[in-house]
Nanobody, 127 residues
């Protein structure tokens, strides 16, 4: 089993920045797809960004169109962490953000493809 714990959420004004972090434990996640989904009130969970193993120390990043150019995903395999740097935040980015992990490394944008989920961290962007 893999445990995921998020941190770094909070309240920020539109145009500001936040950095989310996810710490994994339980198993080595080097070759997993790791990433973030989010869920706003009254809406379904949606894909935000993922990082997937391609080769030793090489990973591929995927982003939702709504966050491209504003969000950056990164990972540190030694620490088993995945971070999401969020810049130029907008009120529509307000949601609970979930860290996810897929041991089959499928680079998926569909929530059901992820076996492991964190408890979520709230991000609120005020206008």
């Amino acid at each position: 089993q893999v445990q995921l714990v998020e941190s770094g959420g909070g309240l920020v004004q539109a145009g500001g920045s936040l950095r989310l972090s996810c710490a994994a434990s339980g198993r080595t996640v080097t070759r997993y797809t790791m990433g973030w989904f989010r869920q706003a009130p009254g809406k379904e969970r949606e894909f935000v960004a993922t990082t997937s193993w391609l080769s030793e120390r090489t990973y591929y990043g995927d982003y939702a169109d709504s966050v491209k150019g504003r969000f950056t995903i990164s990972r540190d395999d030694a620490k088993m962490t995945v971070d999401l740097q969020m810049n130029r935040l907008k009120p529509e980015d307000t949601a609970v953000y979930y860290c996810v992990a897929d041991p089959r490394n499928r680079r998926g944008a569909i929530s059901r493809e992820y076996d492991y989920w964190g408890q979520g961290t709230q991000v609120t962007v005020s206008s």
